[in-house]
Nanobody, 126 residues
Framework: QVQLVESGGGSVPAGGSLRLSCAAS????????MAWFRKAPGKEREGVAC????????VYAASVKGRFTISQDNDRNTLYLQMNSLKPEETAMYYC???????????????????WGQGTQVTVSS
């Protein structure tokens, strides 16, 4: 059973930074494509960034490109999301997800991910 546990959320002022972590059950990050999604109040959940295990290629939502970085540590079975220059509109619950052959063709679809964490709240104040 794949288990994902996010941490690192919190409250920051606009322009601030946070690093989210997703602790995964053994070998998850080396076996599955991994991703971060977020859901803001009143909005649908959207893909933020994903990482393909075949070659380590990454995909970013246009709105975060250049500010967010997804990475993983296979030895620690942990996925990270470094978020810089945060904006108030990025206040949301952030979720970690794992899926087989999911981060491909520059797409991030919820339906491609089979396993989800419970989320960590990020609040950016103006």
């Amino acid at each position: 059973q794949v288990q994902l546990v996010e941490s690192g959320g919190g409250s920051v002022p606009a322009g601030g930074s946070l690093r989210l972590s997703c602790a995964a059950s053994v070998d998850t990050v080396s076996l599955y494509d991994m991703a971060w999604f977020r859901k803001a109040p009143g909005k649908e959940r959207e893909g933020v960034a994903c990482l393909n295990i075949e070659g380590g290629s990454t995909v970013y939502a246009a709105s975060v490109k250049g500010r967010f970085t997804i990475s993983q540590d296979n030895d620690r079975n942990t996925l990270y999301l470094q978020m810089n220059s945060l904006k108030p509109e990025e206040t949301a619950m952030y979720y970690c997800a794992a899926g087989a052959i999911a981060c491909i063709w520059s797409r991030m679809l919820e339906s491609d991910y089979n396993y989800w964490g419970q989320g960590t709240q990020v609040t950016v104040s103006s």
